[in-house]
């Protein structure tokens, strides 16, 4: 079945530092994929999206490319803030009825 | 344009109580979902809808939970009687049904139990 798996955290970085989190999907067909963050206490917020191969989503400094040949989605942000301190969750959506979501990823940033 | 509204969004009750979360999807949206978050299980869909008809509701945990969608814009998740392990985050989200659409979160409806 369709399913994404995402880097397992927490991850710690320094402020400035470049972030990596790796998502990686299953899926038949061409999903959309996404990237949401959540804020303590909130819910989950879209940061960004690419709905076709090779589509590079981006927002806040962050991005992510659709690559259907290493079926990946690998958010990055080559500068981090402490403001960027989160929770990340990797989704993709076969069809835009159902979504799928991967654990989460824990991201904290120290100054 | 207001987002998805849910409430409460602080519930502290007793075990055996019954409780009602409600929830407010965007206007024009065709299909709700609810997730349960907690730290030991993550994000888990319990249920959703499509045109106010329930879809999938295999994440539903036992008979004690049931959900309802009697109009467009209106939905509750019922939890009777309540458990301590009951105690979670509760989400409910909305979408247009349509490829490469966004699902929206609502703030959450924070549960505990004791």
């Known amino acids: 079945g369709d399913s994404v798996t995402q880097m397992e955290g927490p991850v710690t970085l320094s402020e400035e530092a470049f972030l990596t989190i790796n998502c990686t999907y299953t899926?038949?067909?061409?999903?959309?994929l996404f990237w949401y963050v959540q804020y303590p206490g909130e819910g989950l917020q879209l940061l960004l999206k690419?709905?076709?191969?090779?589509d590079k989503g981006s927002n806040k400094g962050f991005e992510a490319t659709y690559r259907k040949e290493t079926t990946s989605f690998h958010l990055e942000k080559g500068s981090v803030q402490v403001s960027d301190s989160a929770v990340y969750f990797c989704?993709?959506?076969?069809?835009?009825?159902?979504?799928?979501f991967g654990t989460g990823t824990s991201l904290t940033v120290i100054p | 344009d207001a987002g998805v509204i849910q409430s409460p969004r602080h519930e502290v009750t007793e075990m055996g109580q019954e409780v009602t979360l409600r929830c407010k999807p965007i206007?024009?949206?065709?299909?709700l979902f609810w997730y349960r978050q907690t730290m030991m299980r993550g994000l888990e869909l319990l249920i959703y809808?499509?045109?106010?008809?329930?879809?999938?509701d295999s994440g539903m945990p036992e008979d004690r939970f049931s959900a309802k969608m009697p109009n467009a814009s209106f939905s509750t998740l019922k939890i009777q009687p309540s458990e301590p392990r009951d105690s979670a985050v509760y989400f409910c989200?909305?979408?247009?049904?349509?490829?490469?659409?966004?699902?929206?979160f609502g703030e959450g409806s924070w549960l505990t139990v004791v």
């Open positions: 206007s024009g949206h065709n299909s």
């Open positions: 989704a993709l959506s076969p069809t835009g009825n159902q979504f799928y």
């Open positions: 690419a709905t076709k191969a090779d």
């Open positions: 899926a038949t067909g061409y999903p959309s």
């Open positions: 989200a909305s979408s247009f049904k349509s490829p490469g659409n966004t699902i929206y």
């Open positions: 809808f499509n045109n106010n008809v329930p879809i999938d």
